[in-house]
């Protein structure tokens, strides 16, 4: 908030597509999105991906959008103020605090898992691997982790070393605001991000077969995998299930950042074609060079069934251990320039979308306590950089796994849920309607308005449903969960509790302190 008190403002149209496309354009879009398909039969798995696009993902972004910018003109940046207005009830703001939650959440183990993207591509630029196996680039990827020690890492210093330079880069950022900063940074990094994509997967396309001696280990056998479908997989939930909780990746919806950068919008700003245009790029970055980067040169290197058992070992394996395998071959030239390319692309990619998470914490003190942008940036930053040491030292024992799904994927669909409740049917449809269509150079397809008030709620329902029967509970009981890993995993859910508690407060304070206040 500047010194008259006014809110900050994007400085352009363009910037605030690119940011809010940073946003949604994160890690998971060039590794849990490969990994999802690869686990879930290839071309199988994207018929109801889209079909999930068009009934799950667009209507948040617009939901979204909608409850983002109608809430800036309360001066609210944050989702407990957003969510008071929707709804006069004391609980609403407490409602709108699991936005906060999810967030601040994220970004503690966010920050640091974007570091490892840093740390690799310099170590792509280094040659620090080369001719390597799955074995011993696991053993390079564990040692530097800290989970182990090798010849090349016998520390954690490294990691730690660029978790603070990755930290600080964050924080630089959303020190210098709406337009100077966040904006800025969407400007330089998102065209960087296409353009390495687009080569990388140029080149790949162009690879043919690596290694004539395997001819069935080729680039067209790998995208023949995505875009095939079995139609008999599609008889199959999970595929389903997997789908929907990938929109949630993908375009960054229920976390509360969208709602941040929409409350900087003026009244009659267009959201319509901006959300279709966010939307939009974040899928060409999914869909188009996502899907034609990590899996089909997997194959072509590995072979199809090895692919498939790399992708069931999670993103990391597949981002963090085949690729570098890959760009350290004798059959990739110039593995080192393309392996520092995709390792900075994904820093490009996660460090857009982390400073999107840090802002609704930022906002909530900026619009709710009154602090300026230095103050509530450095405090934010002084409990990031606390939190998240508990998940460097204790990563081997689960405790950024824990995090990651209670905040990072159950937490995303109950937030989602609710906001689609308050906007759609406490606020009004009409009204959410009309908000969500004003000022737009086209309006949205009246189609959408049964679909954001009946079946996207519905969906969020059955997905929170079948996550909680299936997931949730096994993982609230620990029916998985190894015994050395148990009391990290205590401490993992005493901290997320512990930022809960502090944010319910902090909201109450807030209510207290201005309860006369005209909002």
Request: aromatic share 16%; glycine share 10%; charged share 10%.
């Amino acid at each position: 908030m500047s010194q008259n008190g006014e809110r900050e403002q994007w400085g352009t149209k363009i910037g605030l597509i690119l940011a809010v496309a940073g946003n949604a354009v994160g890690l998971g879009n060039f590794l849990r999105f490969p990994v999802q398909a690869a686990q879930n039969g290839g071309g199988a798995f994207m018929i109801p991906y889209f079909i999930f696009f068009i009934l799950l993902g667009i209507p948040l972004m617009w939901i979204e959008w909608g409850i983002g910018r109608h809430g800036g003109k309360f001066r609210h940046g944050s989702a407990p103020g957003m969510f008071d207005v929707l709804w006069k009830n004391k609980l609403a703001k407490y409602f709108g605090a699991i936005g906060l939650f999810i967030s601040i959440t994220i970004l503690i183990y966010y920050t640091y898992i974007e570091s490892w993207t840093l740390g690799f591509s310099i170590f792509s630029v280094l040659g620090l691997y080369s001719n390597e196996t799955r074995e011993t680039m696991t053993g390079f990827l564990s040692s530097y982790q800290g989970i182990t020690t090798s010849q090349t890492f016998s520390s954690l210093w490294p990691a730690y070393s660029l978790m603070l330079v990755t930290f600080a880069i964050n924080f630089a950022v959303l020190y210098k605001g709406i337009s100077k900063g966040i904006e800025k940074l969407a400007k330089i990094a998102m065209p960087m991000l296409f353009i390495f994509a687009i080569i990388l997967a140029i080149r790949i396309f162009t690879l043919g077969t690596p290694d004539p001696a395997f001819p069935e280990n080729s680039v067209a056998n790998g995208f023949a995998f995505i875009w095939n479908p079995d139609f008999a997989a599609l008889g199959n939930p999970n595929i389903w299930l997997a789908a929907a909780g990938q929109i949630f990746f993908t375009l960054s919806v229920g976390m509360g950042t969208i709602h941040a950068y929409a409350s900087y919008l003026k009244p009659n700003d267009d959201i319509v074609l901006s959300g279709l245009a966010t939307a939009s790029t974040n899928e060409f970055a999914e869909v188009v060079l996502g899907a034609s980067i990590a899996i089909p040169v997997a194959v072509a290197f590995f072979g199809l069934d090895a692919t498939k058992e790399i992708a069931a070992g999670g993103a990391f394996n597949l981002g963090f251990v085949s690729m570098p395998i890959i760009f350290g071959s004798s059959h990739f030239p110039m593995g080192e320039l393309f392996g520092f390319m995709w390792f900075l692309l994904l820093f490009f990619a996660g460090i857009t979308s982390s400073v999107a998470m840090g802002q609704p914490v930022v906002a909530f003190l900026e619009d709710e306590f009154g602090m300026d942008r230095k103050k509530a940036v450095t405090a934010l930053a002084i409990a990031v950089l606390v939190a998240v040491q508990f998940v460097i030292f204790f990563l081997k024992f689960g405790f950024l796994d824990e995090m990651d799904y209670w905040a990072g994927t159950f937490g995303l669909v109950v937030f989602a849920l609710i906001e689609t409740v308050l906007f759609m049917w406490v606020f009004g449809a009409d009204k959410a309607w009309k908000e969500m269509n004003q000022g737009g150079d086209i309006q949205i397809p009246f189609f959408f308005y049964y679909v954001m008030k009946y079946i996207t709620p519905f969906i969020l329902m059955i997905l929170m449903g079948w996550w909680f029967i299936q997931s949730a509970i096994p993982t609230l009981l620990l029916d998985n969960a190894l015994p050395e890993n148990v009391p990290y995993i205590w401490g993992a859910r005493i901290l997320m509790l512990s930022i809960a508690i502090i944010l319910m407060y902090l909201v109450k304070k807030a209510w207290e302190n201005n309860h006369n206040e005209v909002k």
